[in-house]
């Protein structure tokens, strides 16, 4: 255990894994999977970890757990979290962000310190596979609200974009979850009036993203490699 807290006692290691693993994947990642999938690595992760430390236990095992949910929650959870209130207008994101970052974050962290005092006080011979069992089982919980989160951003956006409550250029957009609600919205009428180009690179700069012609977004999604893209286009 010592070993461990030594690691974790310096959280500039741990930054800096992060801010590595951000320029290295997080753009890309939130371009391939969408804001929910994205948030949805994080528990995916920890599952799939915890698992592992239990079929091998010992301290390297819990020690690449430890290390992975940290970074991954530095990184990528990180940018798709902070994208998760785009669909929200100024006046309602502040107040549901301060709730979520200060209020259920806390509740968390007290709710996890009562799961480990439980485990050590019902099985303190077994209390690390306890709670790594534990850890597992709130990891796939977490994976089962992230399909949730995915249709209610959608709806969201959908709504706040019709009644222009939310407005978005381009250049805003980081994900693929948005980016394709957008083009879908653009075919209703009285719809948003940005089009948002399928085929966009997004490695280009923010600057040089500009709206598509309409007919000719249309005509790049009919010839589009992806099957979603095409029937946004029909």
Do not use: C
């Not at 290295?24 to 999938?37: D, N, P, S, Y």
């Amino acid at each position: 255990i010592e070993p461990v807290k030594q690691v974790f006692a310096e959280p500039a290691a741990i930054n800096l894994l992060g801010m590595i693993a951000q320029a290295a994947v997080g753009r890309r990642v939130l371009e391939k999977l969408g804001v929910a999938r994205t948030v949805g690595i994080l528990p995916w992760t920890t599952a799939v970890g915890g698992l592992g430390a239990i079929a091998f236990p010992g301290l390297p095992s819990i020690l690449a757990v430890k290390t992975s949910e940290a970074v991954l929650r530095n990184s990528v959870y990180r940018s798709g979290y902070e994208l998760l209130f785009t669909p929200l207008p100024a006046a309602e994101k502040r107040p549901a962000k301060a709730l979520l970052d200060v209020g259920v974050v806390r509740i968390g962290d007290m709710l996890a310190a009562g799961l480990v005092q439980l485990a050590l006080f019902i099985w303190l011979a077994h209390a690390q596979t306890l709670m790594l069992s534990l850890a597992v089982i709130t990891s796939l919980l977490g994976i089962m609200i992230t399909f949730r989160i995915h249709h209610g951003y959608v709806a969201t956006l959908e709504r706040n974009l019709l009644s222009r409550a939310v407005q978005l250029t381009p250049g805003q957009v980081r994900d693929r979850t948005t980016r394709l609600t957008m083009a879908a919205m653009t075919a209703i009428p009285d719809g948003p009036t940005v089009v948002m180009d399928p085929d966009a690179d997004w490695d280009a700069e923010d600057d040089a993203v500009t709206p598509a012609d309409p007919v000719a977004a249309r005509f790049t999604g009919l010839r589009a490699a992806e099957a979603d893209r095409v029937i946004l286009a029909l």
